[in-house]
């Protein structure tokens, strides 16, 4: 079992930058395959990038380009990168994780996957 507990998320303008973090509480993250989510009212939750045991990343084709995820497997943290922020990547941020997997785990944005969510992080872009 893995608690995560999201933290940077804020008000940007258009065109800025934040780093997001998801701290685990647990050193089994490291067998744990990792994601950011997000979702706005109404909408269902959408997947936003992944990366599995190895650093492998996935993202969705709207944040090409302009996020990034990462991980740190000393201090159980996971990290995304957001640049050149639009309005409408306002949203909640969600940190997940799949597991435990194996190695030759694939990661996937569908939400239905992942088994431990954190409570979220408020991102606003104006």
């Known amino acids: 079992h893995v608690q995560l507990v999201e933290s940077g998320g804020g008000a940007v303008q258009a065109g800025g930058s934040l780093n997001l973090s998801c701290t685990a509480s647990s050193n089994e993250y490291r067998t744990y395959c990792m994601a950011w989510f997000r979702q706005v009212p109404g909408k269902d939750r959408e997947g936003v990038a992944t990366i599995d045991l190895e650093g492998n990343t996935k993202y969705a084709d709207f944040v090409k380009g302009r996020f990034f995820i990462s991980r740190d497997y000393t201090k159980t943290n996971l990290f995304l990168q957001m640049n050149s922020l639009k309005s409408e990547d306002s949203a909640m941020y969600y940190c997940?994780?799949?597991?435990?997997?194996?190695?030759?785990?694939?990661?996937?944005?569908?939400?239905?996957?992942?088994?431990?969510w954190g409570q979220g992080t408020q991102v606003t872009v104006s």
């Open positions: 997940a994780a799949d597991g435990p997997r194996t190695v030759a785990a694939v990661t996937s944005l569908n939400a239905q996957v992942y088994n431990y």
